[in-house]
């Protein structure tokens, strides 16, 4: 996997989102600067300008590999987040873990304002890997255009990366209503898009 930081005086250069694309495929159904564009936007929804991602456009027998080694789950699918940071809650309070000994920590996109105000955090969110053929392959499924489909699992992963999840009914209700506000604000920055059949994450097992 690819992860890179930005620390020290490299976090103070950063100057919108940054990302880092790379693709195992000889094909794509969109262009690459399409993909960039739209994961740019749903970062700057979510006021990330100031951090950086990675995302691996990659095939269903790499995603799969990844599946199993990760999430013990032997089958390919749509989209893995590799989350760089640790949360408090949601969306709040990163915790770094190369300055967690220090007990560093900072709101999301707000400045440090403490003894360790000139340390800056990693600004690294983490990576995010799609496996194209099955997403296009469930995109022909619901007959919608992969790149209306993109979004939806783009919003999704980032979400993973800010300490969202949906392994209870509560986390569930609350990751599924942050997508939808994204999404929501995604399609005032891009008018053409129509979304796609949202993906639903998995429902939480109940306990028996």
Not at 2 to 11: D, K, S
Not at 19 to 26: G, V
Not at 176 to 204: D, G, I, M
Request: with cysteine.
């Amino acid at each position: 996997m690819h992860f890179f930081r930005c620390l020290g005086t490299a976090a103070a250069q950063l100057r919108g989102p940054q990302i880092t694309l790379r693709t195992r495929m000889k094909k794509i159904p969109m262009q690459l600067t399409e993909i960039e564009q739209q994961l740019a936007s749903l970062m700057t929804v979510l006021k990330l300008e100031d951090y950086a991602v990675g995302l691996e456009l990659t095939t269903n027998a790499r995603i799969r590999t990844l599946n199993r080694e990760h999430r013990h789950i032997d089958k390919a699918t749509d989209i893995l987040s590799f989350p760089a940071l640790k949360f408090e809650k949601p969306g709040k309070q990163p915790i770094d873990p190369v300055l967690a000994e220090l007990g560093v920590r900072e709101s999301l996109c707000q400045e440090t304002e403490s003894e360790y105000a000139n340390v800056s955090l990693s600004k690294d969110l983490g990576d995010m890997v799609i496996g194209v053929p099955y997403v296009a392959a469930q995109a022909k499924k619901d007959n919608v255009p992969f790149q209306a489909r993109l979004p939806v699992l783009l919003a999704h992963g980032l979400l993973h990366l800010l300490g969202y999840d949906h392994e209870d009914d509560k986390d569930y209700r609350q990751m599924r209503s942050k997508e939808y506000r994204v999404l929501r604000q995604f399609r005032q920055l891009h008018p053409q898009w129509t979304a796609a059949k949202e993906r639903r994450p998995a429902a939480p097992v109940a306990n028996l």
